[in-house]
């Protein structure tokens, strides 16, 4: 495990969701909680909703929702996606596509951790990787917090 990323959810509790270096078959996170401020952490377990190739991912609390942004794909860098979750990461509900795959494709992601601009707007930001046309950059999207866009 490695590439971690972590955040305080409303409870009070730490989530630490970590980059799977395929340690285990399952190519998704993995997870672990803490209740008491990081003192003492649950034994890791793999979230199979958040597959994931060996790649890093970002996860902020943004008010009464936790979102989840990486590269949703078992194989390579690509489908970058944003998800979201009601209860704190025990299940994703809505997810949605930022970058697709095929020419260009994106990878590492940062996640704003607040509403972007004044109270109210209703966006969430998004720092990532993005490659096009054999060229790197970095990048920067707004995405509404309640999108109703859900992929299969």
């Not at 730490?14 to 008491?36: E, F, P, Q, T």
């Not at 009601?86 to 509403?115: F, H, K």
């Amino acid at each position: 495990m490695d590439e971690t990323t972590l955040t305080q959810l409303t409870n009070g509790s730490i989530l630490l969701n970590m980059r799977n270096a395929h340690v285990d078959k399952c190519k998704c996170r993995g997870v672990s909680r803490s209740d008491d401020g990081g003192e003492t952490w649950t034994p890791i377990h793999y979230d199979h909703a958040l597959i994931s190739p060996v790649c890093e991912a970002a996860l902020a609390q943004i008010g009464e929702r936790l979102y989840f942004s990486n590269p949703a794909s078992m194989k390579s860098r690509e489908n970058l996606t944003i998800r979201v979750s009601d209860n704190g990461g025990s299940t994703w509900n809505d997810r949605t596509l930022l970058v697709q795959s095929g020419s260009v494709w994106g990878g590492y992601s940062s996640l704003v951790p607040a509403e972007l601009g004044q109270t109210g707007s209703g966006l969430g930001g998004v720092l990532y990787e993005r490659y096009s046309a054999g060229k790197e950059a970095i990048s920067f999207s707004a995405f509404p917090l309640n999108f109703d866009k859900f992929i299969e």
